[in-house]
């Protein structure tokens, strides 16, 4: 049994079952024993591997839309780059190098704010970035909220699928939470329902019995979040993540480990915990806070729009013959509608003003 497993059983024992919310959030960010506060997932050697871990072509691209975006806003001097769970760091140094050689302006005028609730991911990210800006440019937060104001290009890659969900069962006419308890046979952790105190969207009522319904309260908010600071301060966000355009019923909760899928309810703290991610809800937060939404869009197609193809292509001709080689086998990987490019989304929350960002297109 993991320690943070024994705590929880604990916590059960002492409390009754733990909402799905609750043991996600124990599990993936316990700063003494969650996934992220222990251990480096990303990589071949870790758990996992995310599309600015298969190609520099991911974030050089991204760093483009920025520094399109930032033109289009006017230039703003100063400027904030946050970036949402930056992982390793590679993303974000893929991206400041390409705004350095398209918009020396903007590399001038930004600031870094990176958001990560891992000291240990933290260190690693000093590392990566300690060759592509003095560490007095970078500032690393706990929480998006605090992040000074200023015009902001927000940045987030697989880190709404880390933030804690609530699961509901529709039951006859009405729902059930669903919670983590403990098996009468055999004290491991099991799924059991309880009274549900959240109120779910009427929507949602044409589920059938027995179907659960994902309630992500924390990326709402911070959707809403960042719409408002954008809406208010200037700027714009770029959300990719997997999860469907139009919000479905389904348990998605899923474990990771070592590449391979696991049981979420084994090992907590050990095994990477995500779930797909609801994009009409995160769009609608954001045009409730008064922001223009566009998107989503599925990856692949994104990532076409904004030339990963040519670029690919220019990398080829200059990189070493086994690089070369490799590159059309990551670009597959990051668009082709069977790997990342369809089950991706990317969508933009933008201030109100600005012209549609590059690779989307208007819908309003
Ligand atoms: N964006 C990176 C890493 C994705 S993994 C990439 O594409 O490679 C998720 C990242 O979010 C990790 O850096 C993790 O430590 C961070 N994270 C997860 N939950 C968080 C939370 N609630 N607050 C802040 N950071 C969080």
Known sequence: MTPLAARLRQRIVAEGPLTVAEYMAAALTDPAAGYYATRDPIGRDGDFITAPEVSQLFGELIGLWCAAVWQTAGCPDPVLVVELGPGRGTLASDALRAIGQAAPGMMAALRLHLVEASPSLQVRQRETLGDVLPSARISWHDRFEAVPAGPMLLIANEF???????????????????????????????????????????????????????????????????????????????????????????????????????????????????????????????????????????????????????????????????????????????????????????????HADLPCPPGFRPCH
């Open 160 to 350: 709404f699928d880390a933030l804690p969900i609530r699961q509901v069962v529709r039951r006859g006419d009405g729902w059930r939470e669903r919670r983590i308890g403990l098996s009468a046979a055999d004290d491991d952790f099991a799924f059991v329902e309880s009274a549900l105190e959240a109120r779910v969207e009427e929507a949602w009522n044409l589920a059938a019995e027995g179907e659960i319904v994902e309630l992500c309260p924390e990326g709402e908010a911070l959707a809403a979040a960042i719409g408002r600071r954008v809406g208010a301060q200037g700027g714009a966000a770029l959300i990719i993540d997997y999860g469907p355009s139009r919000s479905a019923p389904g348990d998605s909760l899923q474990a990771v480990s070592r590449h391979h899928f696991a049981n979420p309810l084994d090992r907590p703290g050990e095994v990477d915990l995500t779930h797909h991610v609801d994009f009409a809800a995160l769009a609608r937060s954001g045009r409730t806070a008064g922001a223009a939404v566009f998107g989503p869009l599925p990856q692949g197609l994104f990532l076409g729009r904004l030339g990963i193809e040519a670029r690919a292509e220019a990398l080829r001709l200059t990189a070493a013959p086994g690089d070369a080689d490799a590159i059309p086998g990551q670009v597959r990987r990051l668009v082709h509608p069977g790997r990342m490019g369809l089950l991706f989304k990317a969508l933009a929350v933008a």
